[in-house]
């Protein structure tokens, strides 16, 4: 089974719907993050947290939402989808036990949500 | 603000012959530098990293890459490839001031028959 799973993996959806993306681990790590992948652009962090009661904001926030279940859960949500939220979408962990730092950690990531937004 | 440059958004080569993927960063503290490969349909994995010590780091897969603070740059190697090297790579860059990861925008490796 893998480490760190993301359903679904595949999604459609129409403007102005709300839509949930899950993220699991079962690598035991406390730190958890949510990116989205553009062709051209590269990755770009939404929220990450650091623990349960730990969540902050990335670069490209707006719009987007997170909540943090458990240690092994991150979910994203989109309140309210528009267009320009169509992108590729990883959960990644990493572990505090590597180091206090978290800079230097090795992420590990899921498989990606492909999610389009009509 | 910290930014990570891939200058080749594309490099085709022959099976076995060698590559260098390009990254360079800019930044005035100290950082760590990450390469992680994206195969189709898959999440990011990491290859390699530099923390600290020697420049010359080696990762998975035959892949290595050298730490050049005085050009900012933290190229990628491989000297002889496989099909199965066919992916596409990202560089990285967090700094030690704050957690974050900077990542390129990736080159998308192709090597051909």
């Known amino acids: 089974d893998a480490d760190v799973t993301q359903t679904p993996r595949n999604r459609i959806t129409k403007t102005g719907k709300r839509i949930m993306l899950e993220c699991s681990q079962t690598k035991g790590h406390d730190r958890m993050y949510w990116y989205r992948q553009d062709p051209g652009l590269g990755l770009r962090l939404i929220y990450y947290s650091f623990d349960v009661k730990d969540i902050n904001k990335g670069e490209i926030s707006d719009g987007y939402s997170v909540s943090r279940q458990a240690q092994a859960k991150f979910s994203l949500s989109l309140e309210s989808a528009i267009p320009n939220q169509t992108a590729l979408y990883f959960c990644?962990?990493?572990?505090?036990?590597?180091?206090?730092?978290?800079?230097?950690?090795?992420?590990?990531f899921g498989p990606g949500t492909r999610l389009t937004v009509l | 603000a910290q930014s990570v440059t891939q200058l080749d958004s594309q490099v085709p080569v022959f099976e076995e012959a060698p590559v260098e993927l390009r990254c360079n960063y800019s930044?005035?503290?100290?950082?760590?530098l990450f390469w992680y490969v994206q195969y189709p349909n898959q999440g990011l994995q990491l290859l390699l990293k530099y923390l600290s010590g020697s420049t010359l780091v080696k990762g998975i897969n035959g892949f290595e890459a050298e730490f050049n603070k005085s050009q900012t740059s933290f190229h990628l190697r491989k000297p002889s490839v496989h099909i199965s090297d066919t992916a596409e790579y990202f560089c990285a860059v967090s700094d030690r001031g704050t957690y974050k990861y900077i990542f390129g925008t990736g080159t998308r490796l192709k090597v051909l028959a």
């Open positions: 990644a962990t990493s572990d505090s036990g590597q180091t206090s730092l978290a800079a230097s950690d090795t992420q590990y």
């Open positions: 930044s005035s503290v100290s950082v760590y």
